[in-house]
C-alpha cells in the first residue's frame, strides 16, 4: 500500500513538474509574441513622429517662404508709392 501510494505521488509529481515546463513554454511564447508586437508598434510609431516632423518642418518652411515672398512684395509697394511721391515733389 505505501509503494502505491508513493507511486501516486511519483506520478503526480511527474504531472506537475511536465505541466510546469508546458506553461512555462507557453508563457515565454506568449511574451515573445508580446515582445514582437511592442517592437512593430514602437517602429510604427517611430517611423509615424518622424513623418510628423518632416511634415511640420515642410509646412514651416513653406510658411516662411509665404512670409518672405509677402514682405519683398510689400518693400517694393512702398519703394513704389515713394518713388511715386518723390517725383510728385519734384514736379
Do not use: C, P, W
Request: aromatic content about 6%; overall charge negative.
Amino acid at each position: 500500500m505505501s509503494s502505491d501510494i508513493n507511486e501516486l505521488i511519483a506520478g503526480m509529481k511527474a504531472q506537475f513538474v511536465h505541466m510546469r515546463q508546458t506553461y512555462d513554454g507557453h508563457l515565454k511564447s506568449i511574451e515573445g509574441e508580446f515582445d514582437e508586437e511592442r517592437a512593430q508598434i514602437l517602429s510604427r510609431n517611430k517611423e509615424e513622429i518622424e513623418n510628423l516632423f518632416k511634415e511640420n518642418k515642410q509646412v514651416e518652411d513653406d510658411f516662411l517662404l509665404k512670409r518672405q515672398k509677402q514682405e519683398e512684395q510689400n518693400a517694393k509697394q512702398l519703394e513704389d508709392v515713394m518713388s511715386q511721391d518723390a517725383n510728385k515733389q519734384a514736379e
